[in-house]
T-cell receptor, first 113, second 113 residues
Framework: KAGVTQTPRYLIKTRGQQVTLSCSPI?????VSWYQQTPGQGLQFLFE???????NKGNFPGRFSGRQFSNSRSEMNVSTLELGDSALYLC????????????FGQGTRLTVV | AQSVTQLDSHVSVSEGTPVLLRCNYS??????LFWYVQHPNKGLQLLLK??????LVKGINGFEAEFKKSETSFHLTKPSAHMSDAAEYFC???????????FGTGTRLQVFP
């Protein structure tokens, strides 16, 4: 069974640009969540999609957005990049039921210069 | 609101000695609790989960954790550390009826030969 796949693994962008990250969940999983990991703030929840609908949202500015397609694949977009957006972005997939474990991808390392 | 507190930011042990990583949680009702491990430049791997069944939970690679409601604790233990256990460990609580995961700040485990 294939795991969670995130692409690309590494990205370097310039301030002001926008970026799109992709996540393919485990087959059969309908929930995809996104997390930002930085040395200063640790792991923070961005948002969760379930069956193409945003079900939960964290405390991030509107520059961070996402979507989910009918095949459960998800994309995350960050517009008008800032230096502070440099982070490891992790995607997690799960069945979407309370208490079920989440399986994480290896992440996309975004560097904003 | 749910939260977790990892009591130690760093733990150092010798190979072959026991490991104890401490975690306290705060929850207004019966929580779902998890331990995840993250090796350098890798995603997060689930070690074990507690979802109101047995209070002693066994996980992968010889790890286990005990849910103690009276102490609001969910400490992670392993009888004998291996060099490959060196990594960052996260205690995680599920936010109520959602898939949102709330992470502790992490404990970096060092294992010396």
């Amino acid at each position: 069974k294939a795991g969670v796949t995130q692409t690309p693994r590494y990205l370097i962008k310039t301030r002001g640009q926008q970026v799109t990250l992709s996540c393919s969940p485990i087959s059969g999983h309908r929930s995809v969540s996104w997390y930002q990991q930085t040395p200063g703030q640790g792991l923070q929840f961005l948002f969760e999609y379930f069956s193409e609908t945003q079900r939960n949202k964290g405390n991030f500015p509107g520059r961070f957005s996402g979507r989910q397609f009918s095949n459960s694949r998800s994309e995350m977009n960050v517009s008008t990049l800032e230096l502070g957006d440099s982070a490891l972005y992790l995607c997690a997939s799960s069945l979407g039921r309370q208490g079920t474990e989440a399986f994480f991808g290896q992440g996309t390392r975004l560097t904003v210069v | 609101a749910q939260s977790v507190t990892q009591l130690d930011s760093h733990v150092s042990v010798s190979e072959g000695t026991p490991v104890l990583l401490r975690c306290n949680y705060s929850s207004s009702y019966s929580p779902s609790l998890f331990w995840y491990v993250q090796h350098p430049n890798k995603g997060l791997q689930l070690l074990l989960k507690y979802t109101s069944a047995a209070t002693l939970v066994k996980g992968i690679n010889g790890f286990e954790a005990e849910f103690k409601k009276s102490e609001t604790s969910f400490h992670l233990t392993k009888p004998s550390a291996h060099m490959s256990d060196a990594a960052e460990y996260f205690c995680v609580v599920s936010d109520g009826g959602t898939d949102k995961l709330i992470f502790g700040t992490g404990t970096r485990l060092q294992v010396f030969p």
